[in-house]
């Protein structure tokens, strides 16, 4: 199975601050890969799909990059709503794995 | 807008059987794959497996292939996933979710899955 290791596990930012999260794969994975977002309570929403490709209605302070074995997804401007729990996720075999998430908090 | 709907929060006793369903509406399901996703309390997501409903070709994970049964009723937009022999570890909230590409673009509300004598 492919390993996704995420990093950090938790974060916290002031509003305007830009942070990144990052994943790491344990082989190539060709770009599958997608960012989601999970606030409190709530079922996880697709953000970024094919590594840098913004899912239709997020925000476009919502970016991800990366290629080979390393992703990363930034957000330009930490902004309340942006509180929440996100997770990376490869397509490019089965299984399916995800990475173990990031817990990103207002300052 | 698609919708996912589940059905309601499950209370099941060690060594029975659940079955949890998921209806789309504003999508047809025979053109997508449908994906169920656990989370156990306080955890990260754990993909169990996907569904073609076209076909009904299936795809498990390793550990849920002898735990998790998933079909599909094109019929009525509906999928489904039966968990057998349950225990107690697999108490979590069930996510059924749909996308191209094994992508989930759209998720249900999740249900959630108690297992106690």
């Known amino acids: 199975d492919i390993q996704m290791t995420q990093s950090p596990a938790s974060l916290s930012a002031s509003l305007g601050e830009t942070v990144s999260i990052e994943c790491l794969a344990s082989e190539g994975i060709s770009n599958d890969l997608a960012w989601y977002q999970q606030k409190s309570g709530k079922s996880p929403q697709l953000l970024i799909y094919a590594a840098s490709r913004l899912q239709d209605g997020v925000p476009s302070r919502f970016s991800g990059s990366g290629s080979g074995t390393r992703y990363s997804l930034k957000i330009s401007g930490m902004q309340p709503e942006d509180e929440a729990d996100y997770f990376c996720?490869?397509?490019?075999?089965?299984?399916?794995?995800f990475g173990s998430g990031t817990k990103l908090e207002i300052k | 807008e698609v919708q996912l709907q589940q059905s309601g929060a499950e209370l099941g006793k060690p060594g029975t059987s659940v079955k949890l369903s998921c209806k789309v509406s504003g999508y047809n399901i025979r053109n997508t794959y449908m994906h169920w996703v656990n989370q156990r309390p306080g955890k990260g997501l754990e993909w169990i497996g996907r569904?073609?409903?076209?076909?009904?070709?299936?795809i498990y994970a390793e550990k849920f292939k002898s735990k998790a049964t998933l079909t599909a009723d094109t019929s009525s937009n509906t999928a489904y996933m039966q968990l057998s022999q349950l225990k107690s570890d697999d108490t979590a909230i069930y996510f059924c979710a749909m996308g191209d590409w094994d992508v989930m673009d759209a998720w249900g509300q999740g249900a959630s899955v108690t297992v106690s004598s």
């Open positions: 996720q490869q397509s490019y075999k089965y299984p399916l794995t």
């Open positions: 569904i073609d409903p076209a076909n009904g070709n299936t």
